[in-house]
Nanobody, 128 residues
Framework: QFHVVESGGGLVQPGGSVRLSCAASGFVQPLDVYHIGWFRQAPGKEREGVSCIGSTGSGGATYYADSVKGRFTVSRNITKNMVYLEMNNLKPEDTGIYHC?????????????????WGQGTQVTVSS
């Protein structure tokens, strides 16, 4: 059974920073062979792609939604077999449930339908 788990969310003040982590179990191959996406869903809104990072073998390209470009950074720690989303200068509109998804496409800002394995999500609330 595949399990994808996000962690690191919580309540953050505007302008603050949070680093989300994505870990997985049940995969025979290390995560760096997969394209991995980050998504978020605000209350009452559709889930949207935030960022993705390509597999190491494909060059590890990254993509960001315009709304987060310059503020968020996606990265991998191959040794720890983890993926991160560093979120800086957070804004109230960044509030939502953030999901990590594994095995999809990363030639553009990721789309929900392109990804196979999903975590349950971690809540990020940006509020003063």
């Amino acid at each position: 059974q595949f399990h994808v788990v996000e962690s690191g969310g919580g309540l953050v003040q505007p302008g603050g920073s949070v680093r989300l982590s994505c870990a997985a179990s049940g995969f025979v191959q290390p995560l760096d062979v997969y394209h991995i996406g980050w998504f978020r869903q605000a209350p009452g809104k559709e889930r949207e792609g935030v960022s993705c990072i390509g597999s190491t073998g494909s060059g590890g390209a990254t993509y960001y939604a315009d709304s987060v470009k310059g503020r968020f950074t996606v990265s991998r720690n191959i040794t720890k077999n983890m993926v991160y989303l560093e979120m800086n200068n957070l804004k109230p509109e960044d509030t939502g449930i953030y999901h990590c998804a594994i095995n999809g496409l990363c030639t553009h800002v990721p789309r929900v339908r392109e990804y196979m394995y999903w975590g349950q999500g971690t809540q990020v609330t940006v509020s003063s």
